[in-house]
């Protein structure tokens, strides 16, 4: 075979992978927000309304809704699709204390596996909430599924066990009153797992080949949902793990928890920083847009600061010099992402827990009774369509080769144009 | 490209011999004993012995996941026959071990029905019906028989109501639940007409619904089915004693507060912890500045859950301790579980022993949410407990208080002797 095209046959994948790792790249959304956790595929096009029904076959679920999944008992996890499978956690049992992951054909909707675990921390948690309420995470040859009883099951795209976790096993006393949330990050050969709560709180670094510890932090003892976020260097070695907590922002080395800064500012509790370029949106005093310092001892310094941009109980997005915040009214606000300046507010209703993701150029918000509400973005925002799935969703979307993924109370949804 | 395990994509090829067999004997081309007699040997002799042993063993804190991935590897590459082995190696295993071992079977099992082969319903029968396995395995081995065998479920789950696996018995109790709910429900409008018609079930009268809920409420454990049996029943007419049903002790000693200020009482060994002198007084947490002394009083909860509030029986009060003891007469030298709920820092001892402690205050309370295990004497045995307040000012954080309750490990309450039979006048000489 001629060499340039073995050349090219090896070459290319790593550069299409390369490509794919800025935006959620067409076939995987590999953890919480996407694969680096932003929220955003800008390339993507989906469906603006589904649930029409055209026809009065009872089979047919309505325009634009490629399946419909039945699931197991409860959670409030968002999806992840990976290698051509959906990936969805759960927990049944009368003390919610039957894990499950399960694994569903992106094509057909199809289940393809499911594994079940039994928890061994603390299953206690709010009835909004649900011991399945982290959103898994991928390598894409790995899937880390973790439970607000501190188990993590890290297993195969064939749903065979690589290595097993009983985080709150170890760590009895590490659990929050209404159930922990956080999700699990993957960087590189390392998940992180943010564990802070009023009991045993620390954050971890695991071997993502053998799940065994690098490295654990203690950290405050003070009740904490939200979420790891990675912020990309110049080249992967430079990636840095930040962790969000009640007092302070802090960046570590992802592979040895070593601190290379820490910020020191109230930060929320429960909506997750996201970055963007280099910048970090951080939930402090309303929003708060950290950039790199020049100035010695300083690692970042304040960009702006505006306390109308708090969010509610879902996270901010950014792309394309705009910044998106859903808060507590709720109401959908957009501000300009240098300077923090407000731009237009659009009244969306209901709560949201879910984190809306932005796809072409479309924000899609859903809210705890499932109403999807797609905002068409521009000069000002409108509704362009609501959609109701007719039964909670709480967990934040996914989006994949031209797909959506809803993770209602009892169903998984796939949403796209083409079936 | 798809990425497999590699141990499993390692151990796949050599498996495909004992597959072999296990479809052939599926096909009825050789029985299945033959076939578990013609598995290979690396499924029945000392290496998978081994690896399930390094299963059953896994250590907390990751330290030997290299070991314990290896020995998935090997033993979830066996063939279905060996199910009831790998299932039995549950019996062993702590909480770690038991969900490797779990994940094995699930693989097992999935990959021979996807293969379009059976489980060996027979025998994984025998495994649910034999009590002396754990009853996580039973349970584990139950939801792949019923679907190896549509009829097991309806056959078994009758014999359920007392078994000691919680969740087997709670399929049970819903059986019967379902068949009351049938009994009671009202006649559909029009079906039945004329003078007298009564609006009962189609079938028969409450009096039947009312034994079959009763045959439930008998076998039940689970918080929720309690309820809707004491709802179903008091309509009916009977009256439940909820404190009685889940084995609640409601008749107390208290005496505090005890300080705790700065949270640092957990600590401090007051005098209760020495010895329980009922008719002693000590200084207590001084009151406004001045200095307090505490004795013990007596503390009955009314409460259908068996709740002691502390703020009630000595003061509202933060940065707080208080005790309480209790004696419990058990009819028999046996295993149980003192089960505590409550969002407040406790510490609980069993006949002058230790048994549970946890520090974390206002994080959340469940019943049966802290479990404390230890053996019961036959008849005396005594019951501290110590419950602390903190000095949060949120309203949400001003409960002080807890509830109790003695149980076996599947949550049936043991009935303690009463009073009277262990009088001393009743004692035959």
Redesign the interface.
């Known amino acids: 075979m001629n060499s340039q095209v073995v050349l090219l046959r090896r070459v290319l994948p790593a550069i299409v992978a390369g490509a794919c790792l800025s935006f959620a790249c067409g076939t995987d959304w590999l953890q919480f927000r996407g694969n680096d956790g932003t929220g955003v595929a800008p390339d993507a096009n989906l469906p603006v309304a589904w649930g029409k029904k055209e026809s009065v076959d009872k089979n047919d679920l309505g325009e634009n809704i490629a399946w419909r999944a039945d699931l197991p008992g409860r959670g409030v996890s968002g999806p992840i699709v990976v290698?051509?499978k959906v990936i969805v956690t759960s927990t049944s049992?009368?003390k919610h204390d039957r894990l499950h992951v399960l694994a569903f054909d992106v094509a057909s909707g199809k289940l393809l596996?499911e594994?079940?675990?039994?928890a061994?921390g603390r299953t206690?948690?709010h009835p909004t909430s649900s011991v399945a309420a982290p959103t898994p995470a991928s390598d894409g040859?790995s899937i880390f599924a973790f439970y607000s009883s501190n188990?993590l099951?890290c297993l195969?795209?064939?749903?065979?066990?690589?290595?097993?976790?009983?985080l709150g096993?170890?760590s009895?006393?590490a659990?929050?009153?209404?159930g922990m949330a956080a999700s699990p990050l993957v960087v590189g050969k390392t998940v992180v797992v943010q564990v802070e709560?009023?009991?045993d709180s620390f954050a971890a670094g695991?071997d993502t080949a053998?799940?065994?510890?690098r490295w654990r932090l203690a950290r405050e003892q003070s009740m904490n949902w939200t979420s790891p976020a990675v912020l990309r260097g110049k080249q992967p070695a430079d990636d840095a793990v930040l962790l969000q907590s009640p007092g302070v922002l802090s960046a570590l080395r992802p592979e040895t928890g070593d601190l290379l800064w820490s910020y020191a500012t109230g930060c929320s509790i429960i909506p997750s920083l996201t970055t963007d370029k280099g910048l970090v949106y951080l939930p402090a005093s309303g929003l708060t847009a950290l950039k790199p310092s020049d100035r010695p001892g300083s690692h970042v310094e304040v960009a702006w600061s505006e306390a109308k941009l708090g969010p509610g109980s879902s996270s901010p997005v950014v792309y394309d010099g705009k910044v998106y915040v859903i808060n507590g009214a709720p109401a959908l606000t957009c501000a300009d992402a240098k300077t923090g300046k407000v731009l237009w507010r659009l009244r969306l209703s209901g709560k949201f827990w879910a984190t809306p993701v932005l796809a072409g150029d479309h924000l899609y918000c859903v809210n705890d009774q499932g109403l999807a509400q797609v905002v068409e973005l521009g000069e000002q925002g409108k509704i362009a369509a609501e959609n109701d799935f007719g039964e909670p969703v709480l967990g934040t979307p996914a989006v994949a080769d031209g797909a959506i993924y809803f993770r209602g109370d009892s169903h998984l949804f796939k949403i796209a144009s083409e079936r | 490209m798809?990425?497999?395990?590699p141990i499993?994509k390692k151990r796949r090829l050599g498996t495909i011999a004992a597959l072999l067999f296990a479809a052939a004997a599926s096909a009825g081309i050789i029985s299945q004993s033959a076939a578990a007699e013609k598995t290979p040997a690396r499924f029945s002799g000392p290496k998978f012995a081994q690896a399930l042993k390094t299963l059953r063993s896994?250590e907390?804190?990751?330290?030997d996941?290299?070991a314990?991935?290896q020995a998935?590897g090997d033993v979830?590459a066996a063939g279905a026959a060996q199910l009831p082995t790998v299932l039995a190696a549950i019996d062993e295993a702590g909480?770690?071990g038991?969900?490797?071992l779990?994940?094995?079977v699930?693989?097992i099992a999935?990959r021979q029905l996807k293969q379009g082969d059976k489980l060996p319903a027979a025998e994984l029968e025998a495994f649910v019906l034999d009590k002396q396995h754990a009853p996580?395995g039973r349970r584990l081995a139950f939801e792949w028989l019923v679907r190896a065998d549509n009829t097991a479920a309806d056959r078994l789950t009758p014999g359920f109501l007392f078994d000691p696996s919680?969740?087997l018995r709670?399929d049970a109790v819903a059986r019967l639940i379902a068949e009351g709910d049938k009994l009671v429900k009202p006649r559909t409008k029009g079906v039945h007409k004329g003078v007298g018609r009564d609006d009962r079930g189609p079938q028969e009268s409450p009096e039947v619904a009312q034994k079959v809920y009763d045959k439930a409420l008998s076998g039940a454990v689970?918080?929720?089915q309690v309820k809707k049996l004491k709802t179903e029943l008091e309509k009916l007419g009977e009256k439940v004693d909820l404190p009685l049903h889940f084995g609640f002790v409601t008749r107390w000693k208290v005496i505090g507060p005890f300080d705790n200020t700065g949270e640092k009482g957990f600590d401090v060994v007051y005098p209760p912890e020495k010895a329980i002198e009922l008719d002693a007084e000590y200084e207590g947490k001084p009151l406004e500045g001045k200095a307090r002394q505490v004795k013990w009083i007596d503390f009955e909860t009314q409460d259908d859950y068996g709740i002691v509030d502390l703020n009630a029986a000595v003061g509202k009060a933060n940065g707080v301790a208080a005790y309480a003891w209790a004696e419990f007469n058990s009819p028999s030298e046996q295993p149980a579980e003192l089960r505590l709920g409550r969002?407040n820092a406790n510490k609980m001892w069993l006949n002058g022993k230790v048994i549970h402690e946890?520090?974390?205050?206002?994080?959340?309370a469940?019943m049966d949410?802290f479990i404390g295990r230890g053996q019961l004497r036959k008849g005396k045995n005594t019951i501290l407990v110590k419950v602390l307040q903190n000095e949060q000012k949120e309203e949400w954080a001003q409960t002080w208080g807890f509830q109790l309750r003695v149980c076996d490990a599947t949550g049936v309450a043991i009935k303690p002797q009463t009073a009277a039979e262990n009088s001393p006048s009743n004692v035959k000489k």
Request: charged fraction near 25%; charge should be negative; proline fraction near 5%.
């Open positions: 290698g051509g049992g009368v596996w594994r079940q675990f039994w061994t206690l948690c040859e188990d099951v195969d795209l064939d749903g065979n066990l690589k290595w097993f976790r009983g096993y170890d009895p006393t659990a929050n009153d209404v709560n009023k009991g695991l053998t799940g065994e510890t | 798809r990425m497999q395990n499993i896994v907390p804190n990751g330290v996941n290299a314990a991935a998935w979830a909480p770690l038991a969900n490797w779990s994940a094995a699930q693989t999935d996580r919680p969740e709670r689970d918080l929720d969002d946890q520090r974390v205050y206002h994080s959340g469940d949410q």
